[in-house]
């Protein structure tokens, strides 16, 4: 129980240290977290299929931003100082838990079929 309590707040504490590390990394490109899932994860290409075409639109012109600034060598603060990001907002992830809950309970329900 004592090892528990301590490793978890060794784990919280690197974990804290790890997403200030990759704020600033996702910062200087203008990234979200959710723009550095894989689109060819089946959950994550099924919720990108549901999601709202703003928030496609505004995934696909954050991607090319940061393509376009890491081709100049240049950070998103050079051209908007001032610019409010959300690096860490949750559009599409709902989703995917919803969906992996899905499949989850499909594989559950059908397990007597492998038998």
Avoid: C, W
């Amino acid at each position: 129980m004592a090892l528990r309590m301590i490793t978890d707040k060794v784990m919280g504490f690197a974990a804290k240290q790890y997403q200030t590390v990759l704020g600033n990394q996702l910062s200087q490109y203008g990234l979200r977290y959710e723009d550095l899932l894989i689109e060819e994860n089946r959950e994550v290409k099924e919720a990108l299929e549901l999601a709202d075409a703003d928030v496609l639109t505004a995934r696909t012109r954050r991607l090319k931003r940061a393509i376009d600034l890491n081709y100049k060598r240049k950070s998103l603060q050079d051209y908007a100082p001032n610019m409010d990001l959300e690096l860490f907002k949750q559009e599409i992830y709902p989703d995917i838990e919803k969906i992996r809950a899905r499949d989850n309970e499909y594989a559950q329900l059908n397990a007597h079929n492998k038998q």
